[in-house]
């Protein structure tokens, strides 16, 4: 039977793995976020829940895999284009 591209298991690359510790307790307040950000050397960020079709979300999710990028990046990437475009001061 051939096999097509697409139905094998895709792999993923080593930096895109989350190295954190497994025992690692997610921080849940404003200053927590701070203070991990500041030691990481990161922007502070909150999380954001959003709901989208199942096709759209696979859409991205391919586009991500096949940037090797991470689907946050694009959709932060995203909400900034769209904040400089439509943000009138």
Known sequence: MNQ???SKIPTIS?????NSEH???ISNTKKERAAI???KEKEITQP???RIP???YQQIRRIAFDKDVKINQIIVGLIKEYIK???TP
Not at 14 to 18: A, C, F, G, K
């Open 4 to 6: 097509d591209k697409r």
């Open 14 to 18: 080593p930096e895109r793995l989350d």
């Open 23 to 25: 025992n690692v307790v």
């Open 37 to 39: 950000a500041f030691v």
């Open 48 to 50: 954001f829940t959003i």
């Open 54 to 56: 199942i096709a759209e």
């Open 85 to 87: 475009n439509n943000h």
